[in-house]
């Protein structure tokens, strides 16, 4: 997934049922240090939480003049 520019935010959207519930997946790395799980990688492949099946997402942009 490329990187996304702060100034043209998006959102994430199933295209079953229009919702933002979206989940993708991702690969994280033990951080000794911190004692947290860091985002190591994320996929292309993204799962809608209320389908319950893989969707290919959708994305919007944010609209800040609504
Ligand atoms: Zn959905």
Redesign the pocket.
Known sequence: MPAREPDHPITIH??????Q??LADACARWNVETQEWELSNVFDNTT????G?E?SAVERPVQEDA
């Open positions: 199933c295209p079953h049922c229009g919702g519930s979206i809608c939480d209320d389908c099946i969707v």
